[in-house]
């Protein structure tokens, strides 16, 4: 892979990536930099990321993630970095982690994040210095992908985390099937797959019941009745109409990141 062919021939003392349609602000890389430069016992630096669509307009936050230091606990549970743009981290660290999974079709970045915190420390720059883009065609798109990914990694990193963090593993896969709801869901009627999107919702809510709680679930699912049971046009209409009913980003705000005392 492209990451992977940049690691063998990069030369410098610190490394990072961006991805062909993601952008980075102009002061991303000294910001970054500096905070590697003044935190000598952390291994990678990240910023916060905002989420653009295809045309480079703002849709979202991203992540907007302030987690310091000992961050292993947290990316077993969910991968906050946001975005494989993201990252500065010091060549050094990938002699430790080695290069990036080739074998997994999707969220390679994911992995390497959890294999680098189980080493290294990270530190935050709390700005938004990514802007992650969004687009039917992107390889996060790929739902079924992303979510055989996720699992996978999932069923590698806690095979090998220590004792105290198996209990975490629940916590994880509900977190996958919260993301990949707000995933499938964004999509728009017609390119929507109900079948998959119903699996993911029943996923989410059996890793989690506590969402049979939270109006969330009753939104997607009737989000996904109006976008099965009425031409893809109308469909558009109604949600369009109906700007609450189509957002479903409240998934991710059940994303659990910070579970290690409990």
Known sequence: MNRNRGLTHASGKFITFLDADDLWLSDKLEAQYKALIQNPQAAVAYSWTNAIDENSQYL????????????????????????????????????????????LTNAQDTDMWVRLAAHYHFVAVKKVQILYRISACSMSSDILGLE????????????????????????????????????????????????????????????????????????GLLKLAV?????????NSVLNKFPRLSNTTTFLGYIKVDLIND
């Open 60 to 103: 979202r936050p991203c992540s907007h993630a302030n987690w310091t230091g000992d961050v292993y606990s947290k990316l077993l549970l969910d991968d906050f970095i946001g975005s494989g743009s993201n990252a500065m981290i010091r060549s050094i660290a990938f002699s430790k982690v080695g290069n990036f999974n080739e074998l």
């Open 148 to 219: 055989a990914s996720n699992l996978q990694i999932a069923e590698q990193s806690f095979a090998i985390a220590p004792p105290k963090f198996k209990h975490l593993k629940p916590h994880r896969i509900a977190n996958i099937y919260k993301l990949l709801c707000y995933k499938a869901l964004s999509m728009p009627p017609g390119k929507h797959n109900t079948k998959v999107i119903a699996q993911f919702l029943w996923q989410a809510v059996k890793t989690d019941l506590s969402l049979l709680k939270k109006l969330v679930i009753y939104k």
């Open 227 to 235: 976008m099965t049971l009425l031409p893809a046009q109308w469909a």
